[in-house]
Structures are given as C-alpha cells and as structure tokens.
C-alpha cells in the first residue's frame, strides 16, 4: 500500500526535474533574508512557485495524505516568498503530523519567523529558544540572538535582551543586521547603568549609518529628558532638544523623534513649537495615540476643550485601551461638569491593560456617582463650554476624517491608494488649520493639568490622582510621569528598536505590547486574540531587522493588515477534534484570528475567534493535534513526558538531521562498546550536552495538576515535627519524612533545644564581636503587610516587587538593626500615649488600612552573608556539626557535597540579618535541591511555600521579582502551605518547593541547601539544568560535573538513581568523542591539562553553559588563571576554524572509559559511599 502510495507521489512530480528536486531539497528557513526572491533570485523564485504549485496539487489529489516532510517544506517555501498565512498553514499541518516535529531545527525556526512577523513575541520566543536548545551551533544562531534580543527589550526584560544581543555580536556568521545596529541596541540596554558614554562613544565611530545615528541621538535625547539622575532639568532638557535636532536632520522622517521634540517643547513651556513638532509627527506616523493625546493636553492647557476632545478621542480611537487618555478625556468631561461622561471614560481606562492606578480610579467613580444620585453636582459656571456627548463625540471632524482614513486599510490596494491620494490634501491642510492653536487666557473652572511632560491631573473636590505611565511598556506616552524615571526609561523600548534598520528613512511609531503579546495573566486565552489584535497601526518588528529596499512584503502597517486579514483558509481549524484546542496548538490557535478594525464597539468585548473567522471560504477541519507538541504552555516537563507514539508517515528529508536516536545505545554495554557504536552515529537534532532522553522534546512548563484541588484543601495544615530530645533528631524516620515528596515543606520545632545548639552564636552581638567588617550585601525593600504587596504609594495591589542591591558591613548593619529597634519601640511608646489600645481595637485589618493610605516606607534586609570561611568562623561551623547527617551543610548524603568545590550558599552556610518586612521574594533553590533554615531570633518569620507540582502555574503568572497575591493563588486553585518559624525552629523545604519569606521581627537566619541521594532529587536537578539550558540561565550546580564525581564516589541501588547517572555519563562520554573526532579531523590536537584540587566546574564565558572536559581558550588568554572558558559552538562563532584557540583536555578518555565502567548497580539496600571529594 505504501509502495503504491509511492509511485501515485512520483507521478504528481512531472514538472519537477531531478536536478531542480535536488535544488529544492536544499532550500529551508534558514535561507530567509539571505535569498531575496523578490530582488535578485527571480531564478531560484520560479522555481520555489512551480514547486509550491506542484506540492498544492499533490497535496490535494491526496486528500492532505502525504509525507509530513511535504507540508514542512511547502512551509519553508511559503516563507521565503513571504507568504506568511500560507507558511503558517504548512508548518501548522506538518506539527499535527510529525510527532518529533522539535528535532526539526529548520521547521522551528521557520516557525519562529513567521510568530516574529505576526508579532506573536510569546511565541516566537518559545520556537527560538527551541531552536537554541536542540542545536546550538544552528548555521541562523545569530539570527536567532538578535530577535530574540528585540523582543526581550520590548518585553522590557533588558537582562535577557542585552545578553542575547552581546551573543550575536560575538558571532562571526553572517547576519541581516550590522553589527553598528546591534551595537546600538546594546547601548539603549546600556542605560540602565551607563547609556550615555554608550550613546556618545558609538557616535564617534566614523562612516556611521545614518539609521543608526538618527537612531543613537534619538535615544540620547530621550535618556536626558526622562532620567533625572543625569543633571538638572532645564540643562538637561536644553541637551535633549540638541540630539533630537540632530536625529531629525539625519532622519528628518521619524515621527518618533518629532514626537519627543514636542515633549521636551512642551516641558519647557515653548508650546508653539510643540504643535509644531506633533503637527510633524502626526505627519510623519499618524496612526499614534501617545501623540493625539499629547495633543490634547496641550489644547487642554491652552483652555480649547473641543479641541482637546477631538485630538483624545483621536487617541483612543487609534488605541482603544490607552488608559492615560481616557484618564484625560475623564479629566476633561469633569471639568466641564458632565459627570456621565466623565464615569464612561474612567471606566474605560480602569479596563484598559496599562492602568496603574484602579483603585483610585475606582474611587473617584464612585464619588462621582454618590454626587450625582445625591443630586448635589454643581451647576455648571457660566464660562465652561459644554461638550459633546462621547457617544457623539467619534463622528465630530477630526476624529471623523481620522476614522476614513484608517478605514483605507481595509480598500483594495490600488483603490487605497488612490483614495489616500486624494484627500492627502485636504488633510494636511486641516492638519495645519487644526494644529494653529488659539491662545486664551486660563479659566478657573477649566481642568488645570500639569506640562506635557508630566501626568495631566486628575483634578476634584476628594484629590488628586496622577495619571498613569504608558498603556504599555513598549510605547512612549505623553503621560509619563517625570518622577517616574525607571518607567519613564521604559517608554523608549520599542522606540529604539523601531528607528533601526527602517526601510528606506520610514518611521515606525511604537505601539502598545499589549496588541501584540498576552501578558502572563491571560494565558489561559488563545492566540487568536494576539493576532486578532494586530490592526493597521501596530508596526512589524520584523520590519526593523529588514536592509533592503522597500517592498510591499517588507513594510507598512497597512499591508500588515491585509496579510493578517487573508490569512490561508486552511490554517483556520473550524471543527476541532477531541485531543486538539486553541490552547494546546499556538499554530491552529493563532489562525482562527483575522483582526476588525479598532472602533468603540471594543469596549464591549472582543470578538470570539469564531466570529472573527474568514468568511470567504468554509475551512477544511484542522488534524488533530497532539497535545505534548507545538510550543504549548500544556506540554510536559521532559522527564516527566512519556514518549510520544510515532504516527502517520514519516519523511526525512535530506537537510534534515538524521533520525537515528543514540538513546537506542543501551547503557549497559561496557565504554567501548559504547564508543564504538557511536563512532556511526551523528547528530540526532538534540543539544550537544543535553544529559536528557533523546525521546523527551525541550523542556516545557508542566501543566498544573489534574483534577484541581477544591477549595477548602487550598490552605493546607504545614507538616510538623516536634522534637523533645537530642534522640528524635537523629531518628531515621525523621529524614525518610522531610525527604518524602509528598511533603512540600517540614517545621521542625525545638531542634535547637533539643540539640543544645548555642544560637548565640549566630546572634548579632556575637557576629559583631567575631567580624564587625565582613561583608553584607544589603536589598532595600519596601516594608509591606506579610500576605500583600502594593507599590511604594500605596495605592496598588501587584506581583512585582524590588528590591535596591548595595553592601555594607556587619558592624554598620547591626546598628541599623538596633536603630530600628529603638524606633519602633519609640513609635510604640507615642501610640500609648496618645491612646490606650484597647482589647477589642482591630489589628492586621486596621493596620493594613494604615498602610494603604500613604507611602510605604523603606527598610533594609541584610542577606547572603558567607559564613564558610572556618579560620573566621570556627565555632559556628562547629555548631552547625550538631545537626542530624542529613540537614548538615557538608555529609556523604549530600549529593552537594560531591561538587568537589565551593557554591557559595549553597554547599556552605549563608547568614541573614533582619528587621520586620525583610522579604526573600518567591522563588526556587538552584536547580531545586532542597534547603535547610534555622531561626536564630529572637523576632519569627512568616513562611508560604507551594508544592513543587505547581511551579509551572507559577511561573506563569510573575516575572522577574515577584511577591505572589494569595488570592490570585486561591482562584488559580494553587494550593499554598503557610506557617510561622519561631527561634530554634528549622525550616526543611524539598526538592523544587516554591516558596516566600517575611520577618515579622528582629531575627537572624542561617541557611545553605542539601542534595539528597534520591532518584527524585536527581531527576528534578537535571530537569531544572536543561530547563536554565532553554532559558539561556546559567545552572548554579554544574550537574555533568557532578554526575562523574558521584559515579567515582558512590554505589548506588536505587534503579532508577543508577540509570539516570548512567545515561549522563552515556551523553557526555560520547559528545567528548565526537568533539575529539571533529578537531582530529580538522588537523586540531587536544593539550592534556589535569584538573587541580578544589578547581571549579568551567563554564562559557559567552553562553554560560557547562563546559566538561574539553575546554576551548584562547591563546592569548592561555596564561590566565582560572581559564576563560568557550564551548565548542561559541568558539566556532568566534573562529569557524579554531585557529585561535587551543584546546586542553581535562581528563583522559581512557579515565573517563574506566569511571564509566566501573559504576554500577549494587544488590544491597543503601548507598555506598566510597569518599566525599570537597
């Protein structure tokens, strides 16, 4: 049957030559934005239409039944004819049908483009990092890095974007980006520390692109005018102008830097330039709402409230969840005493994403309703001018004329074109009528609203609420606040991107993230809303990577509109079958979408995917799609997924990695074996030192578990142990308890008691006497209620929490600790005074009610002080000795204790000084060993840990440093453990517990991790090392290293310990031949240089993985002690051919043969331990 099928393909290629099979064979993603089929590749374009033409034609006399390799293909081609819809249906069609469609590098990567275009950055991101993952020495690596880079700044993560541009930089492949282009990304990242001798010095560079100089004084000029650490206002300001003067003549089209002209113009008071500057802006980029409110706000100052009207409902009728102007536009019905309107807008703006102040918004509504149930508004005074009705606000002029022509996008080209055409001119001439301000003097009823540069007023009788930072991080609002400078640093994200590489001098505006990407909190919707939501003036972020000239495929926000609006009928899934959903497949979920132009009906709600379905066809039913595949938040964790079945056929193409999976090498053979059968084998797609099943695909987000908990078993009892004697502590049962996964966290109180442990030793007298000038590292936080987070006003609920990093000393901490103390004390002493408390007064409710009404105060938290040095710390060391063998900081039991070199905080002991509030944000121990705490006192700390199972739903909902919201927790059905430590207690948290921390008083911690020697712990560490792996994070335990010291020092008879150890030596016992076979082949001979004593695990300086064995320095950094250390992909990045580079060689592979042998599976029922390396 097969064999038929076969012969039916050959004859559905009659066009098709061997030669140009051959050729297209060849042809993948990789190739996009190398070969420009639309400028010079008209030849290899012919041919890429006749194949697709050929494929379409196969495809259908099939019935869809072909080779999943075809419609991958069909994809790449698609693609390279920027075809997107078209590409994204073939690649969806070939993820349904390729069940280890993610060893395919060339289908992700062509996968991620086509998110890229779309704006799809969740995404794109997770297809990158895949593409990293599986092969990191992928022939488009840098391609990768630099958008990746690109998103992560929109995305405002600036760690993660300037690490991956630096990775571009470094690679000397070629790229559709300069390297001056990217050198500007790294100086915007820069300023957040030190931007402006970044901007300066890439200006001094000679025969500078006049993009990228436009570009670097655009951000410049920004940078003074927003970041008031930089000098005094009015000079700043002054030197913020001069750049965007000088952006302007190198790119006189920007409208972005036109815009913040206008900014700085209005700051300073010169309002009639100004409305110059957005008069240009507008003319440049009219589709931006920061700039129509600006507008407005300057029509505002000038007392012309109509004309402040139209130019905000211009705003949010270009983005109708811009929450600062309808925080204006509120401001403004308000001080024209039209209360209705004034609710309508404040509403709207409490619904819009970027709103940072509901609650106080929520406020003012309400007052406003209580004023007009109550009947006591004011009469309106004689000089307010009514306005209209917002209802009736949208058809005046110029939101009306605004309206027509963002409604050209949806015209056929020629016919759009021709329409713009003719009312250019009038238009432009009512731009300039419009933009000729009529200066009055100031009324006393009109809305009195601070500079442009400022956050206009939200201006009553019960105060004032500052409006609000941009509607979204990637978009530079007029209602930034100046004092905000962190978010007013923000603004300028996309801005920086979108002045780099423009075709042709065209100007991108930047546009609000949340058109683009769901924030973590609406995951759960399908992406189908993402893509719903590109309209006609989100710019293409893949259009600022393009050097070419212009195209219809390459730029304008109105053909992003018409290729979004015609996406395939194929890709749109209209049956679903029973193992497929929006969720799970991010390809079919994004098809169902065609976006509808922005207009008020938004505000009722979006549409469903349903009705937002092409029409112009009735779809095919989409393929099931496997549940595990895709780049789905549902997929497994890679250990914890069973392979998946092999179904339908099976192609590999001759691009395409070899199929043959080296896991069929089994692990039991001896290392000759081994090497032998691996000398045949290549590369199976997977990362070069991935230690995890070949089976398994990259590590995803584990689904939470199912079914969900109920309510009432949310807030489980902590497991608890009270010790009475020395003789409970060392009780083996007492280990097989904290170390059982089932327990998520273990209190067990009167340890210290019933050890006898002198905690005086710990106390802050002693420390003082013992090291008064150690070392304290010192977060400065805001001190918060235990079980909430607000931002410092107060006003807020939120994840996000900072914390400020400085350093002191113990001496200089412990009178800061005693000065608290004593004002505390003071504070308490004054409250009595003026009032006795009485026995029925409210505490935590009334308190937390204290807190929200003004700013929080700050305090400092001293953390992460290293106690591991015995000459300066004997006698706590000593202490710490009394502890049972599996709680202590150094034991044979320790899988820690077999690093073979120091991890500061984790195999040795960290200190913790402390005052009421002091927060350790959620999180994780590295590479989820567990932890042991002890409360030294005399004040307790409140704890909240989350089982490990439900770390993905975590991760999900924060990012970055975050203190979780208990409520959210409880309606995600997150089940959370929560507990008070009093002194003497020890806290025992497992293997992968999530888990946050308060002082509730004065008190001291001392903690460090311990590594059980359990099947359990180990699985978890190596799932939490390749997950870092995917992330681009480097892993704290170097867990290849350690798996060799553990099969020197330990017999195991656990099973499953045994076979996963083994396996890690499998991996990285035949990568290490592989390397040695490629230099060998290349003329490269390895230098034999033996490990030292204590000598740390090596890891790259560039990518941060682990480097075993095989260290790659170069030459003229040979002499360097420790090594800087390269993988062999980064060094091939750096010298294709190595020239620079010597390679030295750290074990013997006739060592490592005879470590691997020798490790083996023992009959008894414990682990044997040979020596503890340290």
Known sequence: MAAGKASEAEEDFPTLTAQERDTLAAIDSSLFGFQKLHEDGARTKALVLKAVRCYDALILKAEGKVEPELFCQLGHFNLLLEDYPKALSAYQRYYSLQTDYWKNAAFLYGLGMVYFHYNAFQWAIKAFQEVLYIDAGFSRAKEIHLRLGLMFKVNTDYESSLKHFQLALIDSNPCTLSKAESKCNISYLFSLYSAKEAYEALLQTEDLPARVKATTLQQLGWMHHTVEQLGERSSRDTYAIQCLQKSLEADPKSGQSWYFLGRCYSSIGKVQDAFVSYRQSIDKS??????????????????????????????????????????DLGTLYESCHQPHDAIKCYINATRSKGCSNTAALTHRIKCLQAQLSNAQLSSPQGKSKMLPFIEEAWSLPIPAELTSRQGASSVPPQVREASINHSLLSFAQWLREVFTPRFVAHSTDTASTTTASSSPALQSNNGNISNHLPTSPASATTSASNAATKDATKTTTTAAAAAVSQNNGEDAAPSPLANHVQEASDKAKTLSETAGSLSADNPKLSSLLADGKDSENSTGSQDLNKRVNNIHPAVTPSTPQ??????????????????????????????SP?????NANPAPPAPAVNGKGGISEDSQSPMKADPPAVTGLKATPPHAHSSNSSSSISIYPSSTDVLKACRNLGKNG????????????????????NPALPKDKLNPPTPSIYLENKRDAFFPPLHQFCTNPSNP???IRGLAGALKLDLGLFSTKTLVEANPEHLVEVWTQLSQPADENWDQPGTKKMWRCESGRGHTTIAKYAQYQAASFQESLREENEKKALKEPSDTEPTSADSVARKR?????????????????????????????????????VSAGNLLSHVGHTILGMNTAQLYMKVPGSRIPGHQEHNNFCAVNINIGPGDCEWFAVPEPYWGEQHQLPDGSWWPNLEDLYEADVPVYRFIQRPGDL?????GTVHWVQAIGWCNNIAWNVGPLTAHQYKLAVERYEWNKLQSVKSMVPMVHLSWNMARNIKVSDHKLYEMIKYCLLRTLKQCQWVKEALAAAGKETVLSPRSRDEAAHYCTICEVEVFNLLFVRRELLSKVPPVVHCQD?????????????????????????????????????????????
């Not at 029973?578 to 008020?600: D, G, N, V």
């Not at 349903?610 to 092409?614: G, K, M, N, Q």
């Not at 806290?987 to 293997?991: A, R, Y």
């Not at 030295?1144 to 599976?1161: C, V």
Request: hydrophobic residues 35%; aromatic residues 8%; neutral net charge.
């Open 286 to 327: 009219e589709a931006s709402a920061d700039t129509w409110c600006s507008i407005g706000v300057l029509y505002q100052q000038q007392n012309q409230p109509m004309d402040a009207l139209q130019a905000y409902i211009c705003a949010v009728q270009l983005d109708h969840s811009h929450a600062a102007a309808w925080m």
């Open 578 to 607: 029973a193992h497929s959903s929006a969720a799970s497949s991010p390809i079919s979920a994004m098809s169902t979408a065609t976006p509808s132009p922005k207009s008020t009906d938004q505000a009722a709600g979006a549409q």
């Open 610 to 614: 349903a009705t937002r379905s092409s």
């Open 686 to 705: 997977l990362s070069n030192s991935s230690i995890l099943l070949d089976k398994c695909p990259p590590p995803r987000l584990p689904p939470a578990p």
């Open 745 to 747: 966290v273990t209190v």
């Open 853 to 889: 009404r003004g700013p929080l105060k700050y305090i400092k938290f001293g953390t992460n002080i290293d106690v591991s040095d015995e000459k300066k710390w004997k006698q706590q060391l000593q202490e710490l000795s009394k502890l049972p063998a599996f709680a202590r900081v």
């Open 987 to 991: 806290v025992w948290l497992n293997t």
């Open 1130 to 1174: 980064c060094a091939r990045k750096g010298s294709s051919t190595l020239d620079d580079f010597v390679v030295l060689e750290q074990y013997r592979m006739d060592d490592l043969m005879h470590i691997y042998d020798h490790f083996t599976l023992v009959r008894c029922s414990c682990v044997q331990i040979f020596h503890c390396t340290r």
